[in-house]
């Protein structure tokens, strides 16, 4: 079965931390540029980052740029994005996503996700 699986979230505090994986199963993950994106309440689906097949390019957000790090393992077949400093305004589903395509901004668009992950919660609060 070809899927992703995203893992790592959860509560944590203001200031703290969480490193989120992405797991391919079924696919060889160095075969496709990565996405990660988010959705808070209310809000529409927008894009963290993102890392190229191999590792050589990355590019954030501007709200989490500093903070945040995307990287690959692609020997384990996983993708990660280390959150540091978080912020109550990091809530929101995180997933991940394999893409397609071009775009013309650093970040890709949800219409340059191949396919999605099902998603795992990060909440920020004391």
């Known amino acids: 079965q070809v899927q992703l699986v995203e893992s790592g979230g959860g509560l944590v505090q203001p200031g703290g931390s969480l490193r989120l994986s992405c797991a391919a199963s079924?696919?060889?993950?160095?075969?496709?540029?990565i996405g990660w994106f988010r959705q808070a309440p209310g809000k529409e689906r927008e894009g963290v980052s993102y890392i190229s097949r191999f590792g050589s390019t990355t590019y954030y957000a501007d709200s989490v740029k500093g903070r945040f790090t995307i990287s690959r393992d692609n020997a384990k077949n996983t993708v990660y994005l280390q959150m540091n400093s978080l912020k109550r305004e990091d809530t929101a589903v995180y997933y991940c996503a394999t893409l397609m395509g071009t775009w013309s901004n650093s970040l890709p668009r949800t219409e340059n996700v191949r396919s999605w992950g099902q998603g795992t919660q990060v909440t920020v609060s004391s």
């Open positions: 079924g696919f060889t993950l160095d075969a496709y540029r």
